[in-house]
């Protein structure tokens, strides 16, 4: 069970990298900057993988970490909002301390736990039914933002994550 674990967490290590490797490097304008005519930010785009994906998901979902679930159970998936005054490095750190304090839960979670809360009234019947399933879930999320994230910064400055030709 470790060893499944352990690969999923390196996959999802290796996914977040890619999401902070996008933005590097783009100017506090350009990550402030909608591309899409859904008007995300990079900015906002990374306060929703830290308070929608990386914090809600381990933290809440998995360890029911009590400040944590009080919080969404108050504010129900509120990361995409990212006040004009953030600073737009705290924005960054603050995905890499929620990775960091998400790592801690992983690193203690078999594939086979069960979530410790789940926000019914949220999702209603709709219910991912353990840690393998999350993460899972988190790994889908964070490729599929970090694909949304290499077109912003293409459309932004040119930059590519990576290409082959």
């Not at 402030?32 to 995300?40: E, F, N, Y």
């Not at 029911?64 to 960054?92: F, K, M, N, S």
């Not at 019914?120 to 393998?132: I, K, N, T, Y």
């Amino acid at each position: 069970m470790e060893r499944e674990r352990d690969l999923m967490h390196e996959h999802l290590r290796t996914t977040r990298h890619h999401v902070l490797g996008t933005v590097t490097g783009l100017d506090d304008q350009a990550l402030r900057q909608p591309v899409l005519p859904t008007g995300w930010t990079c900015l906002s785009m990374l306060s929703h993988l830290t308070h929608d994906v990386e914090n809600f998901w381990f933290r809440a979902v998995v360890a029911a970490e009590p400040r944590t679930v009080a919080h969404y159970e108050r504010q129900p998936l509120a990361g995409w909002h990212v006040g004009t005054d953030a600073d737009a490095l705290a924005v960054i750190d603050g995905y890499r301390r929620a990775c960091d304090a998400a790592d801690a839960v992983i690193e203690v979670t078999s594939p086979t736990t069960s979530p410790r809360w789940w926000p019914a009234e949220q999702f209603g019947d709709w219910r991912l039914p353990d840690f393998r399933a999350v993460m899972l879930h988190v790994i889908i999320e964070t490729a599929t933002h970090a694909g949304h994230l290499d077109a912003a910064r293409e459309l932004l400055d040119g930059g590519t994550w990576l290409i082959l030709e």
